[in-house]
T-cell receptor
């Protein structure tokens, strides 16, 4: 398992600004993910962030809007750029052990507590 | 494409009563199945998982789930619900390796005294 922390836990931002969310893991992991959970809805995968490679974005999400960094095996950031009220959501990071050529990844993910973002 | 259906958006049960949350999945091969719970203001916590083997899996907090391939279902059960079980429950399916995990829309559980 893994202990995952996110900063900030919540924020209220003005339209047009940007917010960077940090995700810290207590152990080295290969695969990290960023999800969005809009009010009353399920989780939508934004991108997969594997250390040593560019983030892979899902359909409907682009790097200019959601730039991601993954400088090492325990840390990642997601930036929500040029925010609008439609970006108000909970943003979650998760990690998965295994992957990158290993067959031992069973898609079991561990989640951070989330960042609740409100854009005015 | 894989998908998960949780037909019940909201369920209310009395404390001490039994609980069953439904989950149906669509996946072309052997699925990896999960149930997560999300308490208000919290992230998701894994309750249980199924990869292979015994189709009845036990999880934390007294929950269990049964994988039924013929029905493409992975329903979550608990024999006696506690007030602290009030939360939102998500079913998810993956295929292992680099396969993306797909989450259902969630079932919100309310527990009444």
């Amino acid at each position: 398992s893994a202990v995952i922390s996110q900063k900030p836990s919540r924020d209220i931002c003005q339209r047009g600004t940007s917010l960077t969310i940090q995700c810290q893991v207590d152990s080295q992991v290969t695969m990290m993910f960023w999800y969005r959970q809009q009010p009353g809805q399920s989780l939508t995968l934004i991108a997969t962030a594997n250390q040593g490679s560019e983030a892979t974005y899902e359909s409907g999400f682009v790097i200019d809007k959601f730039p991601i960094s993954r400088p090492n095996l325990t840390f990642s950031t997601l930036t929500v750029s040029n925010m609008s009220p439609e970006d108000s959501s909970i943003y979650l990071c998760s990690v998965e052990f295994g992957g990158l050529g290993l067959s031992s990844s069973y898609n079991e993910q561990f989640f951070g507590p989330g960042t609740r973002l409100t854009v005015l | 494409a894989q998908s998960v259906t949780q037909p019940d958006i909201h369920i209310t049960v009395s404390e001490g009563a039994s609980l069953e949350l439904r989950c149906n999945y669509s996946y072309g091969a052997t699925p990896y199945l999960f149930w997560y719970v999300q308490s208000p203001g919290q992230g998701l916590q894994l309750l249980l998982k199924y990869f292979s083997g015994d189709t009845l899996v036990q999880g934390i907090k007294g929950f269990e789930a049964e994988f039924k391939r013929s029905q493409s279902s992975f329903n979550l059960r608990k024999p006696s619900v506690h007030w602290s079980d009030a939360a939102e429950y998500f079913c998810a399916v993956g295929g292992g390796g680099y396969q993306k995990v797909t989450f259902g829309t969630g079932t919100k559980l309310q527990v009444i005294p």
